[in-house]
T-cell receptor
Framework: DGGITQSPKYLFRKEGQNVTLSCEQN?????MYWYRQDPGQGLRLIYY???????QKGDIAEGYSVSREKKESFPLTVTSAQKNPTAFYLC???????????FGQGTRLTVV | QKEVEQNSGPLSVPEGAIASLNCTYS??????FFWYRQYSGKSPELIMS????GDKEDGRFTAQLNKASQYVSLLIRDSQPSDSATYLC?????????????FGGGTRVLVKP
């Protein structure tokens, strides 16, 4: 069953802690993306990666970090430098050539 | 100026009517365009993709692209209560470092029975 898996579905973080959100895809897609969504808002691009061991900052990269060591995996770390991390985080993947992106089920992060 | 802009709505439409959604983008080298539907608390799902000027129809949905004017629109015919959702416009911009896929803020649509 091909798809994109994000885990965990819900995550709680204490202030000052780093947390890592997982994103795995078995679609053999080259490109992967991380977005943040706040209530009533659209998706804002955090980081994206076209190939292994390479990634680019999106529009709101401050306070986040990523790695792309394997084609199928693109984990996102929310660091303590991110002052307002409570949000819905979405991972997506797509083939080269600008075709449509497919999304995981999302991770809802809450700072407690 | 935002790269992709949409009217946030809500757009209230009677059941059976046509819902018309608009999206404008700022980068003239944008290549491909997508409409996604998102129900509350869920991830976006693709409705339509469009790559060249003109209209593209798929069932009750029609996407229209005008690159000269830098806008893309979505028409939903015979609107149903199940169409009530947020509709996200996405624009792909090619960069040497990779394709950047940028979303608008979304338009909330309410279909009233």
């Amino acid at each position: 069953d091909g798809g994109i898996t994000q885990s965990p579905k819900y995550l709680f973080r204490k202030e000052g802690q780093n947390v890592t959100l997982s994103c795995e895809q078995n679609l053999n897609h080259d490109a992967m993306y991380w977005y943040r969504q706040d209530p009533g808002q659209g998706l804002r691009l955090i980081y994206y990666s076209q190939i292994v061991n390479d990634f680019q900052k999106g529009d709101i990269a401050e306070g986040y970090s990523v790695s792309r060591e394997k084609k199928e995996s693109f984990p996102l770390t929310v660091t303590s430098a991110q002052k307002n991390p409570t949000a819905f985080y979405l991972c997506a993947s797509r083939n080269e050539g600008g075709t449509e992106a497919f999304f995981g089920q999302g991770t809802r992060l809450t700072v407690v | 100026q935002k790269e992709v802009e949409q009217n946030s709505g809500p757009l209230s439409v009677p059941e059976g009517a046509i819902a018309s959604l608009n999206c404008t983008y700022s980068d003239r080298v944008s290549q491909s365009f997508f409409w996604y539907r998102q129900y509350s608390g869920k991830s976006p799902e693709l409705i339509m993709s469009i790559y060249s000027n003109g209209d593209k129809e798929d069932g009750r949905f029609t996407a229209q692209l005008n690159k000269a004017s830098q806008y893309v629109s979505l028409l939903i015919r015979d609107s149903q209560p199940s169409d009530s959702a947020t509709y996200l416009c996405a624009v792909n911009i090619w960069r040497a470092a990779g394709n950047k896929l940028t979303f608008g803020g979304g338009t909330r649509v309410l279909v009233k029975p």
